[in-house]
């Protein structure tokens, strides 16, 4: 990127210089969870404030030390009260237990249940919280429950104008893979809480930025991870794994779970921690042989009974290219097939739902099997609506990919995702969509129509960019520019340099890696 001198005559935009990179900086930055960033960079989230923190046995650090302990031992945090999901606050009740609220015994602080009398924290339990910080590892499905409790907590919070900060998390079957129907309106529940496919390919940090675009919480912030990035899986972490319920001991599990646990009251069940699927009266080595037939990627399987039952053991030869939902839609598929089984019946609205319904999203995958659908008839059905998904939540991604062809963008050791591809304009500026950089800056951002303009606010400073002006205002004072904001494939565009340096980040164009470096510390 060339640096481009602008005339005397001209009022400059005066930005500040910024150090030279080192080579090691370019490199793919150190993997560090949202939890350890927000004590290294975010603790002013939560400083001087009375916190509830939303938690499990899953909520530690890389080194294993639990957010509770960490915070608790924290002079400037003061930690009032814990929440726990579904199975408890150790993880050890079974599903669908009822678990009770008790007084901590070494922390004297209320542990308040969230799957026990009730779902979602009441008045009395939030009255004396200033902030709620979330910190628990999800699976990637979408029914997993402990994302429907960051909804309930998102949406109860915004009532009582609680700002929610999430400490974001590996997605363990990672970033690219999202398949399944899309959950319909009637549907949503607990088992289901927003309009997502089966698996969604999202972190909980940004699907708690996806759920805000119909819970609209004004003061919800995102701890990102450091060194993520959309093509990680968790064996790309190096973090251990530590069971997230008692049904999911092992990172094999959470693979296995939208693989082989969908099927419920149809008569083809899991076994073996979701490691195993198949049912009374299948036949083991017809079912094998079907299922190896449709050369699933990734995946063999392999002819075994358990308990009288006939079945396969998936055996993942290639967990970056394993579909866990297009697995259970075959063994679906195919098992109706062998023994004809009976889908379990549902009406048109939430009570009336079966579990199968629920766990599928609407009646529409058990229309299907009794129509004795192929499942790439099955997938045909609903492609369509997961392409229009995948298109919605572009907006709320925030890891993209290390490095390729750029231009790239990184903020804070963070590959950012754009849906509109970053491009060099005949300025050499590096263009994004507006609410990529600026969100990923900590900014508040809005656009105005009727005037054109982008407005971000970051602490004292306010920006204003009007598309196809070289003049940019910060705090109502005229800066130029030697480019101007463009719609470009129906997104508002800013460069990259200008917002960032106006909103007080430092910047680097690494010509190499043709990358664009922001920080927003020095």
Not at 57 to 72: F, W
Not at 255 to 281: C, K
Not at 395 to 419: E, T
Not at 496 to 509: C, D, T
Request: hydrophobic share 40%.
């Amino acid at each position: 990127m060339r640096r481009i001198i602008i005339p005397l005559l001209v009022v400059a935009l005066l930005l500040p210089a910024t150090a030279p990179v080192s080579v090691a900086a370019l490199e793919k930055p150190a993997f560090k969870l949202g939890n350890e960033v927000l004590f290294e960079r975010y603790l002013h989230l939560i400083a001087g404030k009375r916190v509830g923190l939303v938690t499990n046995q899953t909520g530690v650090n890389s080194k294993g030390e639990s957010t509770i302990d960490r915070l608790a031992q924290n002079p400037d945090v003061d930690l009032v009260a814990l929440f726990g999901p579904e199975h408890g606050i150790d993880g050890k009740a079974k599903a669908g237990v009822y678990v009770e609220s008790y007084i901590h015994p070494e922390l004297s602080i209320p542990v308040y249940s969230l799957y026990g009398a009730t779902r979602r924290p009441t008045a009395a339990m939030l009255r004396d919280i200033d902030v709620i910080l979330y910190d628990i590892q999800d699976i990637g499905a979408r029914s997993y429950t402990y994302i429907s409790t960051m909804y309930y907590v998102m949406e109860e919070a915004k009532k009582y104008n609680i700002p929610v900060v999430i400490l974001d998390r590996p997605n363990p079957v990672g970033g690219e893979i999202c398949e399944g129907p899309v959950l319909e309106d009637f549907t949503i529940g607990f088992i289901g809480i927003d309009n997502l496919p089966i698996a969604h390919g999202m972190t909980v940090g940004e699907l708690a930025r996806f759920f805000n675009r119909k819970i609209a919480h004004p003061s919800l912030h995102v701890v990102p991870m450091e060194g993520y990035t959309r093509d990680m899986i968790w064996f790309d972490t190096g973090l251990p794994w530590i069971p997230t319920s008692p049904m999911i001991p092992y990172v094999e599990s959470a693979f296995g779970y939208n693989a082989t646990g969908l099927g419920d009251g149809t008569g083809i069940h899991q076994d073996d921690y979701f490691r195993w699927i198949g049912g009374a009266g299948i036949d083991s080595q017809k079912f094998a042989d079907l299922m190896n037939s449709s050369k699933l990627p990734g995946v063999v399987f392999i002819p075994e009974t358990r308990g009288g039952h006939g079945g396969v053991r998936l055996q993942i030869t290639d967990f970056r290219t394993f579909n866990p939902v297009r697995v259970n839609i075959h063994a679906l598929a195919y098992g109706k097939r062998l023994i004809n089984f009976t889908v379990p019946k549902s009406g048109n609205t939430y009570n009336s739902l079966s579990m199968f319904a629920k766990i599928m999203g609407g009646n529409r995958m058990g229309e299907w099997l009794e129509q004795k659908l192929s499942p790439q008839q099955i997938e045909a059905r609903y492609a369509a609506e997961l392409s229009q998904f995948k298109r919605d939540r572009q907006p709320h991604l925030i890891y993209g990919y290390h490095g390729g062809a750029g231009p790239n963008l990184q903020v804070d050791n963070i590959p950012l995702f754009s849906d509109v591809k970053p491009y060099i304009d005949s300025s050499d500026r590096v263009m994004v969509p507006y609410r990529v950089i600026g969100q990923a800056l900590g900014a508040k951002v809005h656009w105005n129509a009727e005037e054109r303009s982008v407005t971000l606010q970051k602490g004292e400073n306010t920006v204003v960019f009007k598309i196809g002006e070289k003049t940019v205002y910060l705090n109502g004072q005229p800066r130029v520019m030697d480019t101007v904001a463009v719609i470009k494939d129906n997104r508002t565009l800013v460069p990259v340099r200008y917002v960032s340096e106006l909103l007080g980040a430092f910047v680097h164009w690494d010509q190499p890696s043709r990358t664009v470096i922001v920080r927003t510390q020095p």
